[in-house]
């Protein structure tokens, strides 16, 4: 039902002046630019999460919850949604971005649908797909695809989480009878949180040391049959269910372990690493390492889909608690009526400043979409690309689920008591998205991910520059740090200003001035861990990994800082090519907020290097809380922008209710 805003707030322009008969930002620019490169596809999947049939019951116990969800995989298939991404031979198209689309919007319906829907068709059969090659896909892909058995994907392990080069489980080759015998040694060693190992998975793609010849060759996947058609697991087999967890519970986590277990030779998923009948090694990648990372990173569907999927929670939570905001009214204003929530400058903080961060977060998640589309469809598939494919998803996937568990969270205390109420979805968004933050790799591991490939690409433009440039290359940065340290930097800043606040705020507006304080934050940090990271002749492993630990908070900053620079250049890049001038002009708005709110958080490290002048510092935040109140009239517009219904946010508090109650006591 759509009910007018109750808000007193007059309306006015994005440059702050009165709305009269100005033209306008254009919200359906808006909103179409939000849906992405797959546009049809999105809507499609939003047209499909409206079925009530798919929604989450709040009244059901875990194992209820489990079996519809279970039955729900049905409705999913007979859409062929979840067919996009195989080859035209399963039905599929190969659209590899498009299937990760769709996948996002399944979060409206219930989260646990989509992480099922991903454990069947993004990890168990996409590892049968990438890792295998063409007997698997003619003996194992089909019956994934359509259901005929289900699968687990038994990476992680008790003992090792997100450290998969070092898992226990081992498979060794025997060459007698040409068959791997699958073991997990002892009781860390059991694969663990696996999805649909608790009931439904007949089979299971197991990660595993790979043995033969008295030789190990790290890590390997098989494909391991598990249970027989009634259920029972199959001899060596054994498992338990995980239980009820903090949320998720529509999916049936549990713990496998393996005791001489034998599959065929076969049954070795041989895309990067075969093994003869005579128990001879081969790989197309001679080093282990590598070989290990080109495996995993087929894989990196996983943190490319989450990053997206929480952002979709977010932005459910946000249009949840803005459409509140602007209906509530508490405490009597000047004018001695009640005044509206949102009308309340914290208020706004609260809020607007994450809706810029989702803005920038759903930007960013197109780029990522389109560059893993380029390598998974083979468009621009090299070993480089991949590479930065795996960096790029790493930064998203960490910033993308920890501001949706933010976000989600300021808006439950931000609706009060009701916030806290069950119908109004808050709890259970954060319950289920919480996870978020481990699937796929723990944020904190990835970010070390990344702040390594910060400095290795920061020694490879040392080596690239030659020693003549590389001293040039650290002595500009002894120059500027040198220069900052004796307040040129701050001088500089006061004189481009004129020395007033409205110069200051100026400044902060320039986008190059945001990209070189964003740019500055990654680099400056690179560059002042790099030298004690560097080895040196001499230095024992021991030192080099005490000085990583010393060092380590500092790495996972910068490499927070890079995916935030990555964020506002997608932002950025989204601005400059809209062309319609009031709409330009509010995403501009939006894009500011954004870059001022991650300046702001991150002040002290400006003020100590003295990379920002005091009187700038201080612009930074007077500046930040005038554009907010300049969003706060767009607010509501800019979340209904997202394009969601009602029937995909299902939240009393934004159904209109509050603005019948609050027009009732008014009117008495």
């Known amino acids: 039902m759509a009910v007018e805003s109750v808000t007193s707030t007059t309306a006015r322009t994005v ?66 949604a979840v067919r996009l991404p195989f080859p035209e031979q399963f039905g599929g198209s190969g659209d590899a971005g498009g299937n990760l689309v769709a996948f996002e919007e399944l979060v409206t319906a219930d989260p646990s649908l989509q992480i099922k829907a991903g454990v069947q068709w993004g990890l168990f059969a996409a590892a049968i797909l990438h890792l295998g090659t063409r007997y698997h896909h003619e003996h194992f892909l089909a019956d994934a695809i359509e259901l005929q058995t289900f699968g687990g994907f038994a990476m992680t392990e008790t003992g090792h989480g997100s450290d998969v080069a070092s898992i226990a489980t081992t498979a060794t080759y025997d060459p007698a009878t040409q068959e791997f015998v699958i073991d997990t040694p002892f009781r860390a060693a059991w694969k663990d949180y696996i999805g649909n190992a608790a009931v439904d998975a007949r089979a299971a793609v197991v990660f595993a040391q790979l043995e033969t010849l008295g030789e190990r060759h790290g890590v390997h996947a098989f494909y391991v049959p598990i249970r027989d058609e009634a259920g029972g697991f199959l001899p060596g087999v054994g498992g338990e269910d995980d239980g009820p967890k903090s949320g998720l519970n529509g999916v049936d986590n549990g713990r496998l372990h393996f005791s001489g277990v034998r599959v065929p030779r076969a049954n070795l998923l041989n895309r990067y690493g075969d093994v003869a009948p005579d128990g001879t090694y ?24 989450l990053a997206g999927a929480a952002n979709t929670g977010a932005k459910i939570a946000l249009q949840i608690a803005l459409t509140y905001a602007d ?5 009597a204003g000047a004018t001695g009526e009640e005044e509206v929530l949102l009308d309340y400058p914290q208020h706004q903080r609260r809020l607007l400043t994450r809706l810029a961060g989702v803005y920038a977060a759903t930007y960013t998640q197109d780029e990522l979409l389109l560059d893993f589309h380029r390598v998974f469809t083979g468009e621009h598939d090299t070993d480089e690309s991949r590479q930065e494919l795996e960096n790029f998803a790493a930064a998203a996937k960490a910033e993308a689920t920890w501001h949706a568990l933010d976000t989600i969270q300021e808006c439950r205390e931000a609706c009060g008591g009701a916030g806290f109420l069950a119908e109004n979805r808050f709890g259970q968004l954060h319950a289920d998205l919480d ?15 990344v702040g390594k490939r910060l400095l290795t690409q920061y020694g490879r433009r040392l080596k690239a520059a030659g020693s003549t440039g590389a001293a040039r290359i650290v002595g500009a940065q002894l120059l500027g740090a040198a220069a900052a340290s004796a307040g040129l930097t701050a001088l500089a800043q006061r004189t481009a200003d004129g020395g007033t606040a409205a110069g200051a705020a100026r400044s902060l507006r320039d986008p190059a001035v945001q990209e070189r304080l964003l740019r500055e934050r990654v680099e400056v940090a690179v560059a002042e861990i790099a030298p004690a ?65 991650t300046i702001e958080r991150d002040l002290g490290w400006y003020l100590v290097r003295r990379r920002l002048s005091t009187s700038r510092a ?40 509050e603005a019948a109650r609050q027009a009732e006591a008014r009117g008495r």
């Open 533 to 597: 990271l560097r080895p040196t002749p001499g230095t024992s492993a021991e030192e080099l990994a005490a000085r990583f630990g010393e060092h380590q908070h500092a790495l996972i900053d910068a490499a927070r800082a890079e995916a935030r620079l990555r964020q506002w250049r997608a932002f950025t890049r989204a601005v400059e090519r809209e062309q319609h001038g009031p709409t330009k002009a509010l995403l501009a708005l939006v894009r500011d907020v954004f870059a001022l709110t």
């Open 15 to 80: 440059d702050g002046t009165r709305a009269g008969g100005g033209e306008q930002p254009d919200f359906d620019r808006i909103r179409d630019d939000l849906l992405g490169s797959w546009k049809d596809i999105r809507l499609a999947a939003r047209a499909r999460t409206l079925d009530p049939a798919l929604h989450r019951r709040d009244d059901q116990l875990v194992a209820d919850h489990r079996a519809r969800v279970t039955a729900q995989l049905q409705v999913l298939l007979d859409s062929g």
């Open 327 to 331: 209906q509530r009214r508490q405490f």
């Open 435 to 449: 996870v978020y933050a481990t699937f796929e790799g723990d944020n904190t591991v990835l970010l070390q991910l």
């Open 282 to 305: 081969t790989s197309p990648i001679a080093s282990q390492g590598r070989r290990f990372f080109t495996m995993l990173g087929t894989l990196v569907q996983g943190r490319v889909s």
């Open 618 to 657: 201080k612009a930074v935040t007077r500046l930040l809380d005038s554009l907010i109140r300049r969003m706060r009239p767009h607010a509501v517009t800019l979340v209904e922008a997202f394009g969601y219904e009602q029937g995909h946010l299902r939240a009393a508090i934004s159904s209109g209710a």
